[in-house]
């Protein structure tokens, strides 16, 4: 009868999340923008650029932006897009599992750029807009890898000038990284 009940007793199964994962496996990270400074007729942007050759995919989990002023504005989302501006690679960024020495370092940029002409991105996806109230963080984390980053392309949130006055923000992005497979052996 003990070994009819050890051979039929129900299994362990742990269930990760895919960022806990990912973490663990050190190709988990999470990083900020600089500081994103527009308004005055001025427009700005925020993104995470997957580099031509960078030999991963990159899978968004989360997003935040916070809106240091008195000012509400709009945030939309693009995928894909040329982004105008001159732009800054923050390196505000950190692996998710920092247990690993030495730890992982990512391979997708965190880019901004701060009080460009009206000009918006070119090409690529308009996808969503959101509305990022005054003194307040949006935070957006049910992403779970649903966008897939490919090389040579980007997850961005515009930023449209509120009008007269000045905002200043910070984007913090999570996501993970997967190295693309090229074995085409079937």
Excluded at 52 to 73: C, H, Q, R, V, W
Excluded at 83 to 99: C, D, K, M, T, V
Excluded at 117 to 143: A, M, S, W
Aim: contains cysteine; charged residues 15%; neutral net charge.
């Amino acid at each position: 009868m003990n070994s009819f009940i050890k051979e039929n007793a129900p299994k362990e199964v742990v269930v990760l999340s895919d960022a806990v994962y990912h973490s663990y496996l050190g190709s988990y990270f999470l990083g900020q923008t600089d500081m994103i400074c527009f308004g005055g007729s001025y427009n700005a942007w925020g993104a995470l650029v997957n580099p031509k050759g960078s030999n991963i995919n990159m899978f968004l989990n989360a997003y935040t932006i916070s809106n240091f002023s008195d000012e509400p504005f709009t945030a939309e989302g693009w995928l894909s897009s040329t982004l105008p501006g001159e732009s800054r690679i923050s390196r505000n960024f950190a692996a998710g599992n920092q247990a690993i020495s030495p730890p992982s370092l990512p391979r997708v940029n965190i880019m901004s750029a701060s009080n460009i002409t009206n000009n918006t991105p070119i090409g690529g996806v308009y996808t969503f807009t959101r509305r990022v109230e005054p003194n307040q963080t949006l935070t957006k984390h049910d992403f779970q890898g649903m966008y897939t980053i490919p090389p040579g392309s980007s997850f961005a949130l515009f930023f449209s000038s509120p009008g007269k006055e000045h905002v200043q923000s910070r984007m913090a992005f999570g996501w993970w990284e997967e190295r693309i497979n090229h074995d085409c052996r079937y």
